[in-house]
């Protein structure tokens, strides 16, 4: 599996306006692509931050959507985004426990590492990381991406309520720090988010 980033930052009071159109005509766009297998759309209404996620089933499938979702983009995220970024990864770990709620949280944690140590980062996640998470209360699921090439990645992980994520941040805390100690990465982001729509196909 393989998905494509969108972050955009912007004026707070206009992140409904740009979630309306991604959830809308952004959704339609995407659905329309061979490859397809869904999408998360996640928002800091305090800030003004907007993280869009598509799932594709290849990176053939990814690439071959970009043009016209690059052409679209804009209008789409417009009048909200001042800044925008797109990045793409390969999915190296996915846990599902439960499927994700509108209104849940999200946490997500930017990495780097050397990309001679991608494997040991994703079996560090499947083995340590993910145990560790499980024994949250609200977990719904954990997702670890890769760019092996710039040895850039971040994990994603979803909880059911604000209420869940709030109360799993020492606990995530002290599996980040084991994490990163074991894999090598250097952690360069801690976001949250709430969940707006996440409707990914996995597996």
Known sequence: MFVRSIYATGDPARADTAIRALN??????????PGYRGAGVFV?????????????????????SD?????????LLGP???TLAVDNYEVAGFHEVRL???GGGLRITRLEFDPADTDLLADTFRTSVVPRLETMAGLARAALFVDRQRGRGMTGVLFTDRESLAASRAG???ARHEGAAKSHVTVTGLEEFEVVHADARVG
Do not use: H, I, Y
């Open 24 to 33: 809308t005509q952004g959704r339609d766009l995407l659905e329309e692509r």
């Open 44 to 64: 800091d209404r305090e800030l003004g931050k907007l993280l869009a996620v598509s799932w594709w089933e290849s990176e053939e499938a990814r690439r071959n």
């Open 67 to 75: 043009q016209v979702m690059r052409e679209r983009r804009g209008a």
């Open 80 to 82: 909200f985004a001042g």
């Open 100 to 102: 994700p709620r509108v």
């Open 172 to 174: 995530q805390a002290a």
